[in-house]
């Protein structure tokens, strides 16, 4: 079983940058293949950005060149460097965690809310 509980969000105008950080607890936490997902309004749930446990990452097409996802392993945590913020990246984040890299996630942040304006 892992805890995730992410933080980091805010309201920022276009073009600035926030840093959204999700901590892990009550399991080893490098053995995770974790990601980042965002939902707005009526909107489905769409996948941001993933890394695995060794370190390797994807990104959606809307957010590459822009976001970077990392981890500290020593830390449990996990971040999403987002810059070049743009309205359509309005949503709420989420960080999950697949216990197997099986493709799924079994556990589930809370979600913290991130607000682009024009």
């Known amino acids: 079983q892992v805890q995730l509980v992410e933080s980091g969000g805010g309201s920022v105008q276009a073009g600035g940058s926030l840093r959204l950080s999700c901590t892990a607890s009550?399991?080893?936490?490098?053995?995770?293949?974790m990601g980042w997902f965002r939902q707005a309004p009526d909107k489905a749930r769409e996948g941001v950005a993933t890394?695995?446990?060794?370190?390797?990452?994807s990104y959606a097409d809307s957010v590459k060149g822009r976001f970077i996802i990392s981890k500290d392993n020593a830390n449990n945590i996990l971040s999403l460097q987002m810059n070049s913020l743009i309205p359509e990246d309005t949503a709420m984040y989420y960080c999950?965690?697949?216990?197997?890299?099986?493709?799924?996630?079994?556990?589930w942040g809370q979600g913290t809310q991130v607000t682009v304006s024009s």
């Open positions: 009550g399991s080893s936490y490098k053995t995770y293949c």
């Open positions: 890394i695995d446990s060794d370190g390797s990452t």
């Open positions: 999950a965690a697949q216990r197997y890299c099986d493709g799924s996630y079994s556990y």
